[in-house]
C-alpha cells in the first residue's frame, strides 16, 4: 500500500513569490492535515481537510491557505513569502482520530 | 508556556544502553498521547499511542503516562543504531487530529 506522498521534495523560493506543495493521502484516507516544521520548533498545525472541506486551521496567517479535491488529494499554498516560512511541511492523513500517518514532506526555502 | 515541552537533547548513548525520552506538558485536558520517530530527512512514524494513564509496551519499547505529574515518557531498551532519530512527543485532546501538540523532539544518537 503506497504511503502518503509529497512533492516537490525541495523548493526553493524567493521573498514574496508564491508556494504550492502537493500531498496525496492514503487510499481510503478522506482527511489531510498539514503541519509545519520549522528548525528548533515542534511541529505546528495549519490546516485540516477533510471531504473536501477546510475543517480547522491553525494559528497562521490567511496567506497560508489549501485546498482538497475529490480524490482527496490536497494542495497547500503559501503567498507572499517570508524567510521565516523556510520549514519542513509536512503532510498527513487519517482514517480516524488521532492516528496520523505522515509523508517524507516537502522542504521549503525562502531566500 | 508551551503546551508541550521536550528536552532537544541531543542524547547519545552506547549500543545497549536504555534510553529515557520524557515530556512535559501543561493542558490537564489532554487525553491522547503518542511518540513518533523521524528519521532524517523522512516523516514522522508513529510508535507509541496511549489512552489516558499507563503504561504500554511494544518490544524494546515502553511508554508512560504519568498524568498526575502531567509528564510522559518512552523507554527504549537495549537501544540499536537503527533507534538513532528525534523522538517527537504528541499528545491531543479528545476530538480529532488537528488538536495535536507536539514536542520539539529529542535528538537520539546510539552508538555501535
Known amino acids: 500500500e503506497a504511503g502518503v506522498t509529497q512533492s516537490p521534495t525541495h523548493l526553493i523560493k524567493t521573498r514574496g513569490q508564491q508556494a504550492t506543495l502537493r500531498c496525496s493521502p492514503i487510499?481510503?484516507?478522506?482527511?489531510v492535515y498539514w503541519y509545519q516544521q520549522a528548525l528548533g520548533l515542534g511541529l505546528q498545525f495549519l490546516l485540516w481537510y477533510d471531504e473536501g472541506e477546510e475543517r480547522n486551521r491553525g494559528n497562521f496567517p490567511p496567506r497560508f491557505s489549501g485546498r482538497q479535491f475529490p480524490n482527496y488529494s490536497s494542495e497547500l499554498n503559501v503567498n507572499a513569502l517570508e524567510l521565516e516560512d523556510s520549514a519542513l511541511y509536512l503532510c498527513?492523513?487519517?482514517?480516524?482520530?488521532?492516528?496520523?500517518?505522515f509523508g517524507a514532506g516537502s522542504r521549503l526555502t525562502v531566500l | 508556556q508551551k503546551e508541550v515541552e521536550q528536552d532537544p537533547g541531543p542524547l547519545s548513548v552506547p549500543e545497549g544502553a536504555i534510553v529515557s525520552l520524557n515530556c512535559t506538558y501543561s493542558?490537564?485536558?489532554?487525553?491522547?498521547f503518542m511518540w513518533y520517530r523521524q528519521y532524517s530527512r523522512k516523516g514522522p512514524e508513529l510508535l507509541m499511542y496511549t489512552y489516558s494513564s499507563g503504561n504500554k509496551e511494544d518490544g524494546r519499547f515502553t511508554a508512560q503516562v504519568d498524568k498526575s505529574s502531567k509528564y510522559i515518557s518512552l523507554f527504549i531498551r537495549d537501544s540499536q543504531p537503527s533507534d538513532s532519530a528525534t523522538y517527537l512527543c504528541a499528545m491531543g485532546l479528545q476530538t480529532g487530529a488537528n488538536n495535536l501538540f507536539f514536542g520539539t523532539g529529542t535528538r537520539l544518537t546510539v552508538i555501535p
Open positions: 493542558n490537564s485536558a489532554f487525553q491522547y
Open positions: 487510499s481510503g484516507h478522506t482527511s
Open positions: 498527513a492523513s487519517a482514517p480516524g482520530a488521532n492516528v496520523l500517518t
